[in-house]
């Protein structure tokens, strides 16, 4: 028999169903048409994972409500900072083109007369 293997994508979206259902793994994993003893693993490793990133938070001193606003904030000042470069990619494209024009023109050698 040929071993199937799931995306995380899959295992995440399995195991919150497990999680907010309420219900066993065993009777999500029939549902979903997987072995229940597998989907009580994912869970254990998700839940696992998140018992790590809470301990960063814990070790950073912050709530993750505050986590969430300077998530929000440093979101906006890539914003920001992303505009700020695409001008002066912009003005960069401008000056060049006038620079060019400007030798183009200088080679020009004047009639005389």
Request: overall charge positive; hydrophobic content about 35%.
């Amino acid at each position: 028999m040929k071993r199937r293997k799931y995306d995380d994508e899959f295992k995440r979206d399995a195991v919150e169903l497990v999680i907010r259902s309420g219900r066993s793994s065993t009777e999500v994993g029939k549902e979903l048409g997987i072995n229940g003893n597998m989907l009580a693993r994912w869970k254990a490793e998700h839940l696992g994972a998140m018992d790590a990133s809470c301990g960063v938070l814990r070790e950073s001193g912050m709530t993750p409500s505050e986590v969430e606003a300077e998530n929000r904030r440093l979101r906006q000042e890539l914003a920001y900072v992303s505009e700020q470069r695409d001008i002066l990619k912009k003005a960069i494209s401008i000056f060049s083109q006038e620079e060019k024009g400007r030798t183009s023109s200088s080679k020009v050698m004047p009639m005389s007369m």
